[in-house]
């Protein structure tokens, strides 16, 4: 199979690796000829790193290159099996590239969009044959994060899931199986990891610091949500909520946090920008937290909660399965358990408990219970009982 990428930035470029590293002749395609050339050169390095480090023969690292044509039209890559679109995150764009697509490639190639959160049949329906358009969804950096979110619309050949999931598992992929609704599953699920700090914050309950070392030191998350947010970028952070927050038609358990708002738009992006929650410029020192213990315990289960909330809610709605829904926050995201195994060890009656106190102490919407949640807890029921 040859594999055709349109879009030479962070994803594509990872995705590009994946594939030729696969042992697939690989096309990498950018309108950008700089966005084109900044690609090979970066792989150049990465590779001369694994060769350095031994974990690759300089001949792998060679053969891995060489499988990659760096193309300056969408023409060059006919004779694609699969192409998977990762340019800018914009509905029309995208499908104006989908469009494009049809007509160069042959009939029976598959047409994928790694897109983060737009929907998968608006895409497709400017198709057309719809039914050949899927999403496969990469994690950042694609070459080292595992996991890769099946993503078909209501208009995708079952035929066509089928292949491109084994594709993925043929590539080392881990692939879950989502519906095409916002987020789909890690990006909606671990919503309330930055939503709900945000608000811990906000009311002045404890600093970033604080709140860091709960859900890293009691939690056991490699980072935490501050740490991660100001690594992400707070622009692309609150960028992310805001969409999903509106694809939900605005409930409130999404809403974004002012606080993020005027730290992106003062240009407080994080890394990238030398400060955000924290200050990145030299000889600065993170602020320590307070290691009060019964704080901590308090921070952590709050979020973890509402993360529980969030996974529970997501299995209701039938966007994947439970094990699905855990693996998805393991191998994208990291997260030290799968959050409804997570919740099977708390207690269940515990999460319903600590969502009814919530929204009793709010009386807001944002606080709600999953139906599911309290359906098992009535029925005595767990997860993985
Ligand atoms: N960055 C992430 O963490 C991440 C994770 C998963 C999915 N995604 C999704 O992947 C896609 C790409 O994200 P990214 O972070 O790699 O962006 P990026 O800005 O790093 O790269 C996008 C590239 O697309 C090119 N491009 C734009 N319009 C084009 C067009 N019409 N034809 C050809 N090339 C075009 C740009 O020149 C740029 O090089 C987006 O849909 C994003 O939502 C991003």
Known sequence: MKIGIIGSGSMGAGIAQVASTAGHQVYLYDNNPTALERAKKNLRKVMDRLVEKKRIETETAEAIQNRITYVDSIFNMADANLVIEAIIEDLQIKKAVFEQME????????LASNTSS???????????KP???LGLHFFNPAPLMKLVEVIPAIQTDPGVVATATKLMQDWGKITVLTKDTPGFIVNRVARPFYGEALRIYDEGMADAATIDWA???????????FTLMDY???????????TVFHAFYNDPRYRPSFTQKRLSEAGYLGRKSGKGYYDYS?????????QDKELGENIFWRILVMLINEAADALYWKIASRDDIDLAMTKGVNYPKGLLAWADEKGIQHCVDTMDRLTEEYQEDRYRCSPLLRKMAREGKTFYG
């Open 118 to 128: 737009l929907s998968i049949a608006s895409i497709a329906a400017a198709c057309k």
């Open 282 to 290: 030299e000889g600065s020192e993170k602020p320590a937290p307070n």
């Open 131 to 133: 039914e050949r358009v």
């Open 103 to 110: 007509d160069v490639l042959e009939s029976d190639a598959i």
């Open 215 to 225: 859900m890293t030191e009691i939690g056991g998350f490699r980072m935490g949500p």
């Open 232 to 242: 992400i970028g707070n622009d692309v952070n609150y960028k992310v909520t805001e």
